[in-house]
C-alpha cells in the first residue's frame, strides 16, 4: 500500500466515526451558554471618554460612538 491508499483509508475511517456520533451528543447552544451569568463589563467609571452613543433605527446592528477626542 502506498501513502495515498493510506491515507484515504484513514480519512473514510474518520468519516465513518463523525457519521457515528448521535446528534443528541452533541452540546446546543443553550447548553453552552447556561453557565453564563449577563454582567457590566465597561469601565466602572467612563470620565468623559464617550461623548455619544447612537444606533440606526433601520438597522440595530449600527451603532456610532463619538469619543471625546473628536474621533467618531
Known amino acids: 500500500m ?3 491508499s493510506v491515507s ?5 475511517l474518520f468519516a465513518v466515526l463523525v457519521m457515528s456520533v448521535p446528534l443528541a451528543a452533541q452540546a446546543t447552544t ?6 453564563f451569568q ?3 463589563i465597561g469601565p466602572a467609571n467612563m470620565g ?3 461623548v455619544d452613543i ?6 440595530f ?3 456610532y460612538m463619538a469619543t471625546a477626542s473628536g474621533g467618531v
Open 30 to 35: 443553550e447548553q453552552v451558554l447556561e453557565p
Open 61 to 63: 446592528t449600527t451603532v
Open 2 to 4: 502506498n501513502s495515498r
Open 8 to 12: 484515504r483509508i484513514l480519512v473514510s
Open 54 to 59: 447612537e444606533s440606526l433605527d433601520t438597522d
Open 48 to 50: 468623559g471618554r464617550i
Open 38 to 40: 449577563w454582567r457590566n
